[in-house]
């Protein structure tokens, strides 16, 4: 509030009846860049996140050619839990290992589909289990059948021939003759048969699913591309800033020559040599210079210089003028006389 | 300063927008895991077609219709319709699948075939139990011998 009373102020008119506040003012006082950037920041971090949580499971099948199901599942776990029950594929449990995220073992009682794991200071666990309830046989023909809550991922056998499938699978990769397949949640039928073929014949292997490589091409491609659009705004910027002394000078053409330095010195003798080294700038310049060119080039702090070129001019050597809220200096087309 | 603010805030922006977009590719190829699931299946079936003899027409007939929805799913996917392309595919594998039974009714009524499976994956699996327990036992300073397993 303060702040905004401060710019009201500043920008009165003389009159003291109409506020003027521009609109940059208003931005640069209300819109801080700092706090959107921080702003960004943290939506920036909670995508990921989001994702992450979203991910925290994992369900891993793979399907041997005896009919046989390994299954691999990860989830997260409170660790102020004592115990949490977790439902499993298939009833008939072989093999059952379920270990904490240091890889120590979690006890556990099988009941059924139904583990119930001691899971007390472990926040994340890993089950590990081979089952033979998932995959039945009907002459040559295999069927997996699963409800999954998770997406998850499957691994055929070795020369397994697709013939049926009920969900849509989101990838798929071909490691060793063997499909690795990623399906989204829910119930799923899948049928196969082991192609006793397949290894005599040279099948035209089904290429490597490459969707993960193209989102890394995008990732990295979408990096440059911004880095490249960031490049060309600050370019046009740092080119933009550089335009007014170019207009200025255009704006000068069509006006009277300003005073040749040399004309100046004859003139006025008793001139300091700092006083001369701004004129020939500034006639180098075209005849005029902004106030902070003048700052920059000679490294003057603001006052000292703003008092340079109050005495030029006092001189008449020099006039100021505003523009954009600068100072322009410019040489005078002709010596004022001081007796004037 | 503030170059380098705006420059972090593109950045960022830039980067919000790019995590949406590994779905959307995962989307659109999508079409070509079920076109190569499809082409798979019927160049096996085809290859198990030539291999036996006395084929019945029954068979031939799914074939061809599995093949002609898989040409149409492969129609559907170069025009981007993801609806058209997962009908086409459900249909060829209906089909294909169908062929298969067909297949295998044939040949268990004329011999018998003893599978022939791989085994090294079902050994592959056993050893993965072992590595299993070792790595358990290791944790567990259990000192057990597993040399004679190996």
């Keep these: 509030m303060n702040l905004q009373q401060k710019v009201a102020q500043k920008h009165q008119s003389p009159g003291g009846e109409m506020l003027l506040v521009r609109n940059t003012d208003i931005l640069s006082t209300m819109v801080r860049i700092p706090i959107v950037v921080i702003g960004l920041v943290l939506v920036a971090l909670s995508a990921p996140i989001q994702q992450s949580f979203g991910s925290s499971r994992t369900l891993d099948f793979t399907i041997y050619p005896d009919g046989s199901t390994h299954v691999f599942y990860e989830l997260d776990v409170d660790p102020l839990e004592l115990e949490i029950t977790v439902e499993l594929f298939g009833e008939t449990i072989e093999n059952i290992t379920i270990t904490d995220e240091d890889g120590f073992l979690l006890s556990n009682e099988i009941n059924h589909n139904l583990a119930v794991i001691e899971t007390f200071g472990a926040s994340h666990i890993s089950i590990d289990y081979d089952t033979q309830d998932l995959v039945s046989k009907t002459g040559k023909i295999w069927a997996f059948v699963i409800d999954a809550p998770v997406q998850y991922s499957l691994l055929t056998p070795k020369d397994s021939v697709i013939i049926e499938m009920s969900n849509f699978p989101l990838s798929m990769q071909v490691e060793n003759e063997q499909s690795h397949l990623t399906l989204p949640p829910g119930q799923a039928n899948i049928s196969y048969y082991i192609s006793t073929l397949a290894s005599a014949q040279s099948i035209q292997p089904i290429q490597e699913d490459s969707t993960t490589d193209n989102s890394l091409i995008l990732y990295f491609g979408g990096i440059a591309a911004v880095a490249i659009i960031a490049a060309i705004i600050i370019i046009k910027r740092k080119s933009s800033r550089v335009e007014p002394s170019i207009t200025i000078q255009k704006d000068e053409q069509p006006k009277p020559q300003s005073l040749d330095p040399e004309e100046i010195f004859k003139a006025k003798q008793d001139l300091r040599e700092d006083d001369k080294e701004i004129i020939n700038f500034i006639s180098a310049n075209g005849g005029q210079a902004y106030e902070s060119e003048l700052r920059k080039k000679f490294l003057q702090p603001r006052t000292t210089m703003w008092r340079a070129v109050k005495r030029l001019e006092r001189q008449g050597i020099v006039e100021v003028e505003k523009k954009d809220e600068q100072n322009i200096v410019k040489l005078t087309s002709k010596l004022e006389d001081p007796d004037e | ?150």
């Design chain 2, 1 to 150: 300063m503030n170059k380098l603010l705006v420059f972090f805030s593109l950045f960022l922006v830039a980067s919000m927008c790019f995590v949406t977009i590994p779905n959307t590719a995962q989307a659109d190829s999508q079409l070509d895991v079920l076109i190569k699931i499809t082409q798979n299946t019927k160049e096996h079936l085809k290859n198990d077609i030539d291999k036996l003899s006395n084929v019945s027409q029954e068979v031939y007939g799914f074939f061809d219709d599995g093949a002609k929805e898989t040409a149409m799913l492969i129609q559907a996917a170069e025009k981007e319709d993801a609806s058209s392309a997962k009908q086409h595919f459900i249909s060829a594998m209906i089909a294909f699948k169908q062929a298969s039974l067909a297949i295998s009714e044939s040949e268990s009524q004329k011999t018998p075939q003893a599978a022939t499976y791989d085994h090294s994956q079902t050994i592959m699996k056993y050893e993965n139990n072992i590595k299993k327990l070792k790595l358990i036992s290791g944790k567990l300073n259990a000192d057990i011998d597993f040399e004679q397993i190996d």
